[in-house]
């Protein structure tokens, strides 16, 4: 099977990229940095370009049967905040049109459990309406993507979405995995704080069931259809609680008030605004965690037998890559 994957140097990207190739598969792999593919390489064709231009998509396109579209801007903030909007709304498109017209006979696309929304009585589904508005350009041009995606849909593409929540386990510091980063400061004695409460809950996936998620929803997820791929929920102070006891490394952390980082994210956009320094935190990204991000997986355990790993055995395979890798 040949297969394109669009994202491939990304976190998600770079593991399916290796499962893929695993499997036996010719994949074409469109980046703008070539140098950064990680991982075999016998059966990987790269092409330079992405997906902000048609004409570098179109040679990747010819001749694949599958394509995996992971490719978005993910990052809490941008200099020019057009640049969102660039590549999760126009870049979706191209790659959509680009697909429809090689005749491509299945695409998946990754976009986030951002787009849904934080809970509020219960876990949310695909089902349920958003109850804020959007924290951030990421989720609103995301959720505009997916309204393009269910446009080609509706016009006899068949496109499957999936939506990942809080991604963690082996592999590179992409910004994709902060979970990921938090146990590596952690264990290296350079993570003092929760925030605020520590009791709001998020959603944690582990990178295997990510990704072979992926796959499953590339066998068998219907076109049109939104796929939730979470995880365990569980609240931050149950996390790093879990962290302490496997890692045998326990100390003091310290419960950071929210108005304390919200003071700090409106200094941090001061400091970009006179230094054009990018901002660590930013003050939209902060009223995030005023609420709990709790999901419902269950169309996504049905429908394509997606698998959710127990956070304790995650985390313990987390601390053990952590341990080679990084100390």
């Not at 446009?151 to 910004?175: C, K, Q």
């Not at 006891?245 to 409106?266: A, D, E, M, N």
Request: with cysteine; aromatic share 10%; charged share 20%.
């Amino acid at each position: 099977m040949k297969i394109l994957l669009t994202g491939s140097t990304g976190y998600i990207g770079t593991w399916l990229t290796r499962q893929l190739a695993a499997q036996g598969h010719q994949l074409h792999l469109l980046c703008r940095t070539p140098s950064a593919i990680i991982g075999p390489t016998d059966q990987i064709r790269i092409f330079h370009g992405d997906i902000t231009d048609p004409q570098s998509l179109n040679k990747a396109m010819q001749g694949v049967q599958q394509v995996y579209h992971l490719a978005g801007y993910a990052r809490l903030w941008a200099k020019d905040p057009s640049i969102f909007e660039t590549i999760n709304v126009t870049g979706t498109h191209n790659v959509l049109r680009s697909a429809a017209d090689a005749g491509v006979e299945k695409i998946v696309y990754t976009s986030t459990a951002g787009v849904i929304g934080p809970s509020l009585n219960k876990p949310m589904t695909e089902n349920d309406e958003r109850i804020t508005g959007f924290f951030n350009e990421y989720e609103e041009t995301k959720t505009r993507a997916e309204a393009i995606v269910r446009d080609f849909a509706r016009d006899g593409l068949n496109v499957t979405t999936v939506s990942p929540a809080r991604v963690y386990g082996p592999g590179m510091d992409t910004g994709s995995n902060p979970v990921t980063k938090i146990v590596e400061l952690y264990m290296k004695g350079k993570w003092h704080f929760i925030p605020g409460s520590g009791n709001d809950i998020g959603s944690y996936c582990y990178i295997d069931d990510v990704v072979t998620g992926h796959i499953q929803a590339m066998e068998k997820g219907r076109s049109g259809e939104r796929y939730i791929f979470g995880g365990v929920n569980a609240s931050f102070n149950e996390l790093m609680g879990l962290l302490a006891q496997l890692t045998g490394i326990r100390k003091k952390l310290w419960h950071l008030p929210f108005p304390v980082i919200k003071g700090f994210s409106y200094l941090q956009v001061g400091i970009n605004k006179l230094t054009g320094k990018p901002p660590m935190i930013t003050p939209n990204w902060v009223k995030r965690y005023d609420y709990n991000w709790e999901l419902d997986s269950g169309k996504a355990v049905r429908e394509l037998g997606y698998g959710i790993r127990p956070l304790e055995q995650g985390l313990k395979q987390t601390i053990e890559w952590v341990k080679q890798n990084r100390l």
